[in-house]
């Protein structure tokens, strides 16, 4: 079965580097960034977005409402 | 090929940045309370009520009219705000400090009243924003800043179950207590919230949901290990489930 292809934006400015969307990936596709927002946080980064199934557990997960998510649809 | 957004930040929430520590979950229980208002499509319609300590800025994060009561009383405050005007939507949001310790007498009255407001109560076991005392919910053995060797039974009495309480009165129409600490359980908090606001629309009654949460900072934990500290410590205290359910199935 063909997996759903996804990816996510996580908002850089807003993000306070916490993880959970870290830890909560099935697919590993998020890493810390680099660098640093104005806040002084490495803030979550969408790095390995081939791998994102679109399962939407990071955004479930976000105590800071940065992440939406798109997912891959069929366009007639 | 084209890209379609499938979740991203309700319209309930205002852009305000929030104001907690990283890795806090009241920010999940904010997101969940604005995805339910939304999916009800009561915004235009809804008065928060907030509390005080940690989530004393509610009003400043949700897309809605808004006040602010004094320590424990926001379900007397909202008492006061759904007689007055009965066409809408009040809840309050309060922490275990606010609404457990402070506010026992009134969210127990109000619930026996069978008041037609919502409560999203939020339990951390700690004081938050005071810089992480005993609550009346702290577990037997918990450290904190003021039971520095562990709760201790004899001298500080055990942690209070205020679900349990608040289901013997007879006013209440949904009462549930929830986790958020995985992907799953915060989608089952969030169906539960939704009844809790449904049981006041469709008039039934008090609704309220115990919503599990952390506090990483002041339980002096990295977000992720407080996640599983949840699971492993405060859920054999306070055992998940719906208490009652007088909504019935969604339609």
């Known amino acids: 079965m063909p997996k759903a292809k996804g990816m996510i934006e996580v908002n850089q400015e807003r993000c306070k580097g916490c993880g959970l969307c870290i830890s909560v990936c099935p697919t590993k596709a998020i890493e810390f960034s680099d660098a640093f927002n104005s806040k002084g946080y490495h803030p979550a980064e969408a790095k390995y977005m081939d791998k994102c199934i679109a399962c939407s557990f990071c955004y479930y997960i976000c105590p800071d409402v940065c992440i939406t998510v798109y997912r891959e649809i069929e366009s007639a | ?251």
């Open chain 2, 1 to 251: 090929m084209a890209m379609q957004i499938i979740q991203k930040k309700p319209e309930s929430l205002t852009e305000k940045e929030f104001t907690y520590c990283p890795g806090c979950t009241h920010g999940i229980a904010h997101r969940l309370v604005a995805e339910v208002l939304d999916e009800l499509g009561v915004r235009e319609k809804t008065i928060t009520v907030g509390p005080v300590g940690c989530s004393v800025f509610a009003y400043q994060f949700f897309n809605t009219d808004a006040t602010v009561a004094a320590h424990g009383r926001a379900p007397a405050v909202a008492t006061g705000i759904k007689r007055a005007r009965p066409d809408l939507c009040v809840f309050t949001y309060q922490g275990d400090g606010d609404l457990a310790a402070i506010g026992t007498a009134e969210i127990i009255h109000a619930a026996n009243r069978g008041e037609k407001i919502t409560t999203i109560f939020i339990n951390n076991a700690i004081y938050g924003m005071t810089g992480g005392q005993m609550a009346p919910t702290t577990l037997l053995g918990m450290k904190t800043t003021t039971t520095p060797y562990g709760r201790n039974a004899n001298n500080d009495g055990y942690p209070i179950h205020v679900s349990e309480m608040v289901k013997e009165t007879k006013g209440v129409a949904f009462l549930a207590r929830v986790k958020i600490n995985t992907p799953q359980d915060v989608q089952k908090a969030r169906k539960a919230i939704k009844k809790a606001f449904l049981a006041q629309l469709k008039g039934l009654g008090f609704g309220m949901v115990e919503v599990l949460s952390t506090c990483p900072t002041n339980w002096g934990l990295d977000p992720a290990s407080a996640l599983k500290w949840l699971d492993e410590h405060m859920v054999p205290e306070y055992p998940l489930g719906v208490f009652v359910d007088k909504v019935g199935e969604e339609q």
